[in-house]
């Protein structure tokens, strides 16, 4: 099996309306308020104004940048994929690990991700295509198709690492997409119970994934 | 460590209306159309008209029974915890099994009923605060309050299992609470990839239920 390379992440697009001076900073400080906005309220509740009243800033400075609610939310869902592929992608594709010791990072990476940025992760726990039924553009299609895309590309960084560690005889004899399955539901149900205002420091969270790490590596390892 | 009374299951209210000839087995019917209505629409977007399209019948029908969208949402809350510290709670009190077993037949048992019964645990995968921030009756407090604690009473079973195998060197020094949720994760992550039209036969669903419990108990275990 040849490893592909990591170039999930370099080809995500944006919802952000193509402004001049349209920064990433801006980008990043709405799917942020958004993110806590669709948390408190669900996505068919929040409006607009809710975003803007906790980014602290007008309605006009968000239509200047996005579109629509759906366009948010979409790109919420787009940039927290393109990070975990980013950051989870390049240990993915690293060839100094064996096998267990890069599902053990990629664990741990990804459990540091959902914690360090858990409004992100929450939102997009609330599902995407039950909230979207209403979005008929063309770019907001492709999007939504390309969020689909991400997360199985996601999910494959790990079964791909998974069957080596199946052939190199240093994991049981398991399916590896069906072995993917729990294992990521380990790690996104962090979301649920790391409390958001728990204000870690980061050596706490640190532990917090390796111990997260160490459970999904040993349910795949030869006992 | 005593072995508490599996006392949960049985003083779990219902929202159901108290009237004559108000059957468990209505009950059944409108909680399954509603379940199968929000997991289509989300909560927000769902009206008891929808309910009454999937169930077949008319909306009278359904406020014969419950008295508002948010009452069936509750209920379908607590019926679906109810099963599962039935079914589950019966397998953590018995005795002749040690806590290694035990754990397995648990996490077995709760992989089950997910996948049988997909639409109920998806559906409370959509959350409940969130949604519910308009309610205001007493009994609806009372009964959102009474989810949380059915929660914590659920994962409790996990917990007290865990500790004795813990205590009895039979699992790794976990800390039981924490290492109950990654646990938890890796069996309700099957509401978002098990596809509740796949209809495989019983022992398809129970070749999936053994996989994950041995994935959950090796996680678990000494190496």
Request: aromatic share 8%; hydrophobic share 45%; with cysteine.
């Amino acid at each position: 099996m040849t490893e592909p390379a990591n170039s999930g992440a370099s080809n995500v697009p944006s919802l952000l309306v193509d402004r001049p001076g349209a920064s990433d900073e801006a980008r990043a400080d709405i799917l942020k308020a958004a993110a806590i906005a669709f948390n408190a309220r669900g996505f068919e509740a929040t409006s607009i104004d809710d975003v803007a009243d906790v980014l602290g800033a007008s309605k006009g400075r968000i239509y200047h940048y996005y579109r629509s609610k759906a366009d948010i939310f979409l790109d919420l869902h787009l940039e927290s994929l393109r990070i975990l592929i980013d950051r989870v992608g390049s240990i993915a594709a690293r060839p100094d690990l064996g096998p267990v010791q890069r599902v053990r990072e990629m664990c741990f990476a990804h459990a540091i991700e959902v914690m360090t940025r858990i409004n992100y992760q929450k939102a997009t726990m609330l599902g995407l295509n039950r909230f979207l039924l209403s979005v008929s553009a063309p770019y907001q299609e492709a999007a939504r198709q390309r969020v689909n895309e991400l997360r199985d590309e996601y999910e494959d960084l790990f079964v791909r690492v998974i069957a080596k560690g199946v052939e190199a005889g240093e994991f049981r004899p398991v399916e590896p997409r069906f072995a993917s399955k729990p294992l990521l539901g380990a790690l996104n149900y962090v979301a649920n119970w790391y409390e958001e205002d728990r204000d870690d420091p980061l050596d706490a969270v640190e532990q917090i994934a390796a111990a997260l790490a160490d459970y999904c590596v040993r349910g795949l390892t030869q006992s």
